[in-house]
């Protein structure tokens, strides 16, 4: 597990694309007019009746495809298939292990410039106890984290439930089922041992919560780098309700939210909207529809990833900053600062990004002349598709918004 492990994208001979079309082809003949935009329809001949045949972003770069009149079906049909090869490296492919049960591991490949590395998105998923944590899952999201802490080419991941709530919470029945001090021990440091495995990941996580977010779940959230929350989301630390108190990861809340926020909420055991969640701290963005706080993960998964991993210096120190005092948090900034410029290439790097920031702002981007073929992914500043409720396509810019 501590060797380091490559990222790489299956070849032409490993997937089929007659095998990848047969699976679009049995797919529901509504499955993209129901999930898709509506401009979709009518887009696409009867041998391709759906885009796939689960939860993903496969209407997605259909959308930013036909949306330009000049595309071919063939040239659609062509882009599709490479997205779908990409999108389906999973665990296996990425660690040589099985899939954990309750977790699955892809590579987020809607952002980004593969030859700067990946961005990864877990999600788990207990979809008959609301996404509980039992044991099992904690152990499996753990053993994930760990292992994805020993790959260089990854820059950032997005945690994600398997729809439904976020999590409900550390599963309740095997709560029930603790007899001793012991047991109880060894149960609550499943909770712990998992949101050290985050926290102590070496790069950015995001936590995309699209419904209730319940004590233990609260507590992993709590555990990533950034949270964002659509209008489905809820928040409670409800454990004094059930006669035990908010324990170890739920000490993170009072330095989020701030000490009296946290007191209300976990000595009530009341539930916060998402405005209200938004409000406090907890979340640092709110949307109101699930697609858009996706497709902003997915812009901030592209930023992350064009960043030449100065996000793991970021995270690195900020940790430091966590447990250390004033003057030794200032001195530790020194040597991060320093440590970007130690080898040529990390120098080059920098000096790179530094100089494209300078060109974009002497240089404002001919957004008229613009158009987009990347699968339906955007880049801070410039124009990018946005996908309204009755199915129509706008163009605006992130300034605008």
Request: with cysteine; hydrophobic share 35%; aromatic share 6%.
């Given at each position: 597990m501590g060797e380091e492990v490559e990222l790489k994208a299956p070849s032409e001979d490993e997937i089929d694309d007659l095998a990848i079309l047969d699976e679009l082809n049995q797919a529901e003949p509504s499955t993209h007019r129901e999930r898709?935009?509506?401009?979709?329809?009518?887009?696409?001949?009867?041998?391709?009746p759906g885009t796939y045949t689960t939860r993903s972003y496969a209407y997605r770069p259909a959308l930013a495809l036909v949306s330009h009149e000049e595309t071919s079906y063939d040239d659609v049909l062509e882009r599709i298939l490479r997205f779908l090869k990409a999108l389906r490296t999973k665990t296996t492919d990425i660690f040589g292990l099985d899939v954990a049960k309750g977790?699955?591991?892809?590579?987020?490949?809607?952002?980004?410039?593969?030859?700067?590395?990946?961005?990864?998105?877990?999600?788990?998923?207990?979809?008959?106890?609301?996404?509980a944590l039992n044991a099992e899952l904690m152990r499996n999201l753990a053993t994930t984290f760990r292992a994805i802490a020993t790959i260089r080419s990854v820059n950032g991941i997005v945690l994600k439930a398997g729809g439904g709530a976020f999590c409900g919470g550390a599963d309740v029945r095997e709560m029930a089922e603790l007899k001793t001090a012991e047991q109880a021990s060894t149960f609550i440091k499943h909770v712990t041992d998992l949101c050290t495995a985050i926290r102590d990941c070496p790069v950015p996580v995001i936590a995309a919560i699209d419904g209730?977010?319940?004590?233990?779940?609260?507590?992993?959230?709590?555990?990533?780098?950034?949270?964002?929350?659509?209008?489905?989301?809820?928040?409670?630390?409800?454990?004094?309700?059930?006669?035990?108190p908010s324990v170890v990861e739920a000490r993170l809340l009072c330095d989020i939210v701030g000490w009296g926020r946290a007191r209300h909420l976990m000595l009530t055991g009341c539930s916060w909207s998402a405005t209200e969640a938004y409000e406090a701290g907890l979340i640092t963005r709110k949307f109101d529809e699930s697609k858009d706080m996706f497709y902003w993960v997915g812009d901030t998964l592209l930023e992350w990833n064009n960043a030449a991993?100065?996000?793991?210096?970021?995270?690195?120190?900020?940790?430091?900053?966590?447990?250390s005092s004033v003057d030794e948090g200032i001195a530790a900034g020194?040597?991060?600062?320093?440590?970007?410029?130690?080898?040529?290439?990390?120098?080059?790097?920098?000096?790179?990004?530094?100089?494209?920031?300078?060109?974009?702002?002497?240089?404002?981007?001919?957004?008229?002349?613009?158009?987009?073929?990347?699968?339906?992914?955007?880049r801070r500043g410039s124009r990018r598709l946005v996908l309204e409720s009755d199915g129509r396509d706008e163009q605006k810019s992130d300034s605008e918004e």
């Open positions: 898709g935009p509506k401009r979709l329809r009518g887009k696409f001949p009867d041998d391709l977790v699955t591991v892809l590579r987020h490949n809607i952002a980004g410039d593969q030859a700067n590395g990946y961005c990864l998105q877990v999600e788990f998923s207990n979809p008959k106890k609301g996404n209730p977010c319940i004590g233990a779940g609260l507590e992993m959230a709590a555990s990533c780098d950034m949270r964002v929350g659509s209008s489905l989301a809820t928040f409670s630390m409800p454990e004094v309700l059930l006669g035990i991993q100065v996000h793991r210096v970021q995270k690195a120190l900020m940790r430091k900053w966590e447990t020194v040597e991060a600062f320093a440590s970007r410029f130690a080898s040529p290439k990390t120098e080059r790097k920098v000096k790179d990004l530094m100089e494209l920031r300078m060109r974009k702002v002497k240089e404002p981007h001919d957004h008229g002349n613009e158009k987009r073929l990347d699968l339906g992914t955007t």
